[in-house]
């Protein structure tokens, strides 16, 4: 069983930053496929970011040259850096993990980001 806790999210203007972080407590944290979700009101949860055990990251468009997926395996921490934020960010964040081998999905809570002036 793996938990995931997301932290980081709060309340920033346009053009600001902010960096989530999720902590997971799995053994082997190394070989999980990381990532990150969002999911807006009355919207669909979209893939934000994905980072693989060998540390291969993937964007999605809308996000490409802002965000940063991470990884600190000593910590079992995934991270998101988020830079110039759009009001179209707001969302609530989750963390997913994915086994390599049974492809099963864990999630986290989910963090508030909330970008207004």
């Known amino acids: 069983q793996v938990q995931l806790v997301e932290s980081g999210g709060g309340l920033v203007q346009p053009g600001g930053s902010l960096r989530l972080s999720c902590a997971a407590s799995?053994?082997?944290?190394?070989?999980?496929?990381m990532a990150w979700y969002r999911q807006a009101s009355g919207n669909e949860r979209e893939l934000v970011a994905s980072?693989?055990?060998?540390?291969?990251?993937n964007y999605a468009d809308s996000v490409k040259g802002r965000f940063t997926i991470s990884r600190d395996n000593a910590k079992n921490t995934v991270y998101l850096q988020m830079n110039s934020l759009k009001p179209e960010d707001a969302a609530v964040y989750y963390c997913?993990?994915?086994?390599?081998?049974?492809?099963?999905?864990?999630w986290g809570q989910g963090t508030q980001v909330t970008v207004s002036s």
């Open positions: 997913n993990a994915d086994h390599p081998i049974t492809r099963r999905q864990y």
């Open positions: 799995a053994n082997m944290f190394s070989i999980y496929s």
């Open positions: 980072i693989s055990s060998s540390g291969s990251t």
